[in-house]
């Protein structure tokens, strides 16, 4: 079974420093990958997605991930943080092979620090 | 365009009572996805409808049922309400078709808050 693990469940950066939210996933086959941001009282929006063409994906407001095979990896980056960062961010898996279900991690909230 | 809409956004029942959520997915979507999302977890798939059949089901019993309609809309019903059901529960739509592709992606609702007292 598929599954996500994302370390650490809060995350503190000064504005303007480097975001750095990890994701680790389990399954036996690389699936779909995808970063999800939740903002207070809000649904999920998709940031980005990885659907095995480049391994370095862009998203939204200048975020980005690498999927790393080797580490079963799919880390989420941003160079400069921004006030408007803060929020909570889900890492999600899905098979490549079938309509099966979308699974997400645990989530990590990130604050931003002025 | 309107996304996904869900209703209502926010109800508080007692203990026993039954619940039922609506969501209108994305024009365009034939799919439709329901999570739970406890305070402060992230969201655990109850289940997925595709043309008004239930396709895939998480480990929620059945007191968890769900319906979708001909026009792609759907409801999601909770009997004998406990207090741990109290949580965001959430509207997913996507475009997947008969065999679906790992590759789509779900467009959130921004949910509704069920308090159970």
């Known amino acids: 079974a598929q599954s996500v693990t994302q370390l650490g469940s809060h995350v503190s950066v000064s504005e303007g420093a480097l975001v750095l939210l990890r994701c680790n996933y389990s399954s036996s086959v690389p699936p779909y990958l995808f970063w999800y941001v939740q903002y207070p009282n809000q649904g999920l929006q998709l940031l980005l997605k990885y659907t095995s063409a480049a391994t370095l994906v862009k998203g939204i407001n200048d975020f980005e991930a690498e999927f790393k095979k080797s580490e079963t990896s799919f880390h989420l980056t941003k160079p400069s943080a921004h006030m408007s960062d803060a929020a909570e961010y889900f890492c999600?898996?899905?098979?490549?092979?079938?309509?099966?279900?979308?699974?997400f991690g645990p989530g990590t909230s990130l604050s931003v620090i002025p | 365009d309107a996304g996904v809409t869900q209703s209502p956004t926010h109800l508080i029942k007692t203990r026993g009572q039954q619940v039922t959520l609506r969501c209108s997915p994305k024009s365009g979507h034939d799919t439709v996805s329901w999570y739970q999302q406890a305070l402060g977890q992230g969201p655990q798939f109850i289940f997925q409808y595709y043309e008004e059949e239930e396709r895939q089901r998480g480990n929620f019993p059945d007191r968890f049922s769900g319906h979708q309609f001909p026009n792609y809309s759907s409801e999601l019903n909770v009997n004998a309400l406990l207090l741990g059901d109290s949580a965001l529960y959430l509207c997913?739509?996507?475009?997947?078709?008969?065999?679906?592709?790992?590759?789509?992606?779900?467009?959130f609702g921004a949910g509704s808050r069920l308090t159970v007292l």
């Open positions: 997913a739509s996507s475009l997947e078709g008969f065999l679906g592709s790992g590759a789509n992606v779900l467009t």
């Open positions: 999600a898996v899905r098979p490549k092979t079938s309509y099966d279900k979308v699974i």
